[in-house]
């Protein structure tokens, strides 16, 4: 009977995702694996009910298809066209096909950063001023709404020349993998104290800090008697994201303010931190597993290797060999996904998949 192999957590010298320590004798360091012959036996027990009941387990990948979607350093996958078996996406071909658009992606950023650096025009000499803000999403055309102090520069710049910009930044692992996004736009005053506006927006801010950790909360999370509020019309966006997998290249695409409007916050959005956290802390072997299928690489070559993040039509891993730096790749899903319950579907499906054409 062919058991499983799981990988368990951080130990020794891995800088994360994966375990490792060193072999005996040697001076090249290896993952720490462990067989787990009783998740061998549920699968085998699992194969069996199936079959009892008439049920298909999902048609294993074909050693050309699982060659089409290899990807390493040097040479890109074949990227076939069509119809693909129930298993991972080929990463270059993920990357071109079986991803958010760019303006998708942008709506996606926006809505869950929901902070960013704002550059207005200085009134006096007309070059840029940018200060950090947080901001609500009107999520019907995905235009930022803040609020500034009514005494301060940028106020008054606005005041003067409503052409602003705002910087979206995703922070921690995911910064690679959520989109970067510059919006360029028109700010328009919506309000101030007393006005009906201005205490809509002030009643939205209260709402969304009352959601955070008392220990995150702060004073900009809030809308002041002093402040004034605006909306940013989009005009054009700035989207800059991964291009391609072989050369870890990242691109910029310009999006037009009509086509980013029309376009919607990806249906995981909000799911992903959770899961992600989630499946690098209890199915790591899975994201292992996702990785070497895509890259060709042998465990025993792997540093690191976690799954960065989710959106409704694939995933990203970051993952390291020894001696050489960080990679992104991405396995895109077969079709998709929109809700937890289908996601953990998908990627039971996708462990059982590529576990079975280890």
């Known amino acids: 009977m062919e058991a499983r192999v799981r990988v368990r957590g951080q130990e020794g010298g891995g800088l994360g995702g994966v375990r490792v320590r060193r072999g005996r004798g040697r001076g090249s360091l290896k993952l720490h694996a462990v067989v787990v012959a009783e998740d061998a036996r549920r699968r085998a027990t699992t194969t069996t009910t199936r079959r009892e009941r008439g049920r298909r387990t ?66 006096d000499t007309g070059t840029p001023f940018g200060t950090h803000v947080y901001y609500l999403v009107d999520e019907a055309t995905g235009s930022p709404i803040i609020r500034v102090p009514s005494d301060s520069v940028e106020d008054l ?98 999006v037009e303010g009509e086509e980013y409007q029309k376009a919607a916050t990806d249906p995981l959005a909000f799911v992903a931190p959770y899961m992600v956290e989630k499946w690098n802390e209890e199915h790591l072997d899975d994201i292992v597993r996702f990785c070497t299928f895509l890259t060709g690489a042998m465990i025993e070559e792997l540093e690191m290797c976690k799954l960065l993040w989710i959106d409704s039509l694939g995933l990203y891993i970051r993952f390291q060999k020894f001696g050489e730096f960080p990679k992104d790749i991405r396995m895109g899903f077969p079709q998709k996904v929109n809700d937890e319950k289908a996601l953990v579907s998908a990627l039971t499906m996708l462990g059982q998949v590529t576990w079975e054409n280890q």
Not at 81 to 87: K, L
Not at 160 to 188: E, F, Q
Request: with cysteine; net charge negative; proline share 5%.
């Open 58 to 123: 999902p048609p294993p990948l074909s050693s050309s298809s699982k060659a089409s979607a290899a990807v390493n350093a040097e040479t890109s996958s074949s990227g076939n066209e069509g119809v693909h078996a129930w298993g991972p996406i080929g990463s270059n071909e993920a990357i071109k096909g079986y991803t958010p658009t760019a303006a998708e992606d942008a709506r996606t950023a926006v809505s869950l950063v929901r902070h960013g650096t704002f550059c207005t025009l200085a009134s």
């Open 157 to 254: 710049n606005l005041l003067k020349d409503g052409k602003c910009s705002l910087y979206i930044h995703p922070s921690g692992d995911a910064s690679d993998c959520i989109a970067r996004v510059t919006l360029m736009g028109n700010a328009v005053h919506l309000g101030r104290e007393g006005d009906d506006s201005f205490e809509d927006v002030r009643q939205k801010f209260g709402e969304v800090a009352a959601r955070l950790p008392p220990s995150e909360r702060s004073f900009e999370d809030l809308v002041h008697d002093n402040d004034e509020v605006f909306r940013v019309d989009v005009e054009k966006v700035y989207v800059r994201r991964l291009a391609c997998v072989i050369t870890q290249q990242k691109e910029v695409e310009v």
